[in-house]
């Protein structure tokens, strides 16, 4: 048997690092502190609204955008925490995850050879969703060190073929979070331009210390171009459910569900039933800055006079450390070793670079119970 040859849509992907790092902690009875994933169990009461709209037989396909009821929910819920109105029929979807909200919101509008402006380091999925819709990526680095958006080298990278943008606060991998002044900047930069938005938020409820989440939903020069995207895998504990939501005004929706329809078509019917019902307690949200915040402020005090340098967590659940004090490895090297001889996994953040940028800075994940946290730090404190 011969396989026919053929040429690859993408060359240069290999295995995510996630994955990567995760099968290396298992193989080394490692603590995982490197793939973003709680290791607790969800809310009892979400995994019993699923139940029983399995056992009452919402088990076909549901609507092709969403349930109303989870739509009309993620609408009230912009709207009280960001007072913007989408309507819930025409400008709210739901998605199997983010990562498949990013990829349709891309493919429903990059065309062969249009520009799109991702900001490094960046998520892993977006730099192959743009080369799969065809796009060319336009790289504009973060400054490095504090991982603000520096709007000089944004507006340079503008031109007449930009044809969408990609933000993402809170920031995976840095960990910072875009303020009111910064999301000013980019609606003004934008505002004499026809360049979109793809605003990815999934961690919009995990920012910390008393600051409020900046959504482009605030903000109406940037809410006109935005696909703003957001996942319940991260808010509710169950990033295996693969649910996620976006918002955008109805011309931007009406191409994005005709992706939509022909690259899922729907998305599982019974946790839509659970998670509809679930909204309906903004407790259930609202309490997850000050949980998260305290898992982080448990992993920061366990880290402090060890030779790491820990830099800001602002928002997401990742604690972003400086190793230059311990070794002179590269990132990769550096998170290859930790997971073999001190048993502690994480992501080095070059990962996050399409030329594998090394800061020798390694991101661990915080959305662990604590006894997990206590068992890494006692082994990051070797260091
Ligand atoms: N965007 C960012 C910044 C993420 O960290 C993640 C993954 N955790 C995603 C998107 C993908 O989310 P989902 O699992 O809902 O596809
Ligand atoms: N978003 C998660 C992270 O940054 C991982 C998701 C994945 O494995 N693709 O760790």
């Known amino acids: 048997m011969t396989t026919p040859h053929f040429p690859s849509r993408l060359p240069d992907v290999g295995t995510t690092i996630f994955a990567t790092m995760s099968a290396l902690a298992a193989e080394h009875g490692a603590v995982n502190l490197g793939q973003g994933f709680p290791d607790f169990a969800c809310d009892p009461a979400l995994v019993a609204g699923v139940t029983q709209a399995m056992q009452a037989g919402h088990n076909q396909y549901p609507p092709m955008p ?4 989870l739509r009309a929910a993620v609408a009230s819920k912009i709207e009280a925490l960001h007072a913007r109105r989408y309507c819930a029929e025409r400008e709210i979807t739901i998605t199997a995850g983010a990562t498949q909200a990013i990829l349709t919101a891309l493919l ?65 991998p840095s960990a910072t979070v875009w303020s009111e002044a910064d999301m000013r900047q980019l609606e003004d930069l934008l505002a004499p331009t026809d360049v979109l938005l793809v605003s990815d938020e999934v961690y919009e409820h995990m920012v910390f210390d008393g600051q409020q989440h900046q959504s482009a939903a605030r903000f109406a020069g940037l809410a006109e171009r935005a696909f703003i995207v957001s996942s319940f895998g991260k808010t509710f504990h169950v990033t295996g459910w693969k649910v996620g939501t976006v918002a955008a005004p109805a011309p931007l929706m009406a191409e994005f569900r005709k992706v939509h329809q022909f690259n899922v078509f729907t998305v599982n019917t019974p946790m839509q039933h ?42 997401s659940y990742f604690q972003c450390v400086d190793y230059s004090a311990v070794s002179d490895l590269t990132e990769m090297q550096f998170c290859e070793w930790l997971v073999r001889e001190i048993g502690v996994a994480g992501i080095p953040v070059s990962a996050f670079y399409g030329d594998g940028f090394n800061q020798r800075l390694v991101r661990f994940c915080f959305a662990k119970q604590d006894e997990t946290l206590h068992t890494a730090l006692q082994r990051l404190r070797r260091l």
């Not at 065309?111 to 799969?132: K, R, T």
């Not at 997850?288 to 060890?306: E, T, V």
């Open 108 to 172: 429903a509008c990059v065309q062969p050879g249009d520009e799109v402006i991702v900001l490094e380091p960046c998520y892993d999925s977006y730099v192959p969703g743009i080369e799969l819709a065809g796009g060319k990526v336009v790289r504009v680095p973060l400054t490095p060190g504090s991982f603000r958006p520096d709007f000089g080298k944004i507006a340079a990278a503008l031109t007449p073929r930009t044809r969408l943008l990609i933000l993402n606060t809170p920031h995976n």
């Open 66 to 69: 969403g349930i109303p009821a």
């Open 274 to 315: 659970g998670l509809a019902q679930y909204l309906q307690q903004p407790a259930h949200y609202l309490g997850l800055p000050a949980f998260y915040q305290a898992k982080r402020d448990l992993f920061r005090q366990g880290l402090q006079g060890s030779r790491l340098r820990l830099l800001p967590s602002s928002g």
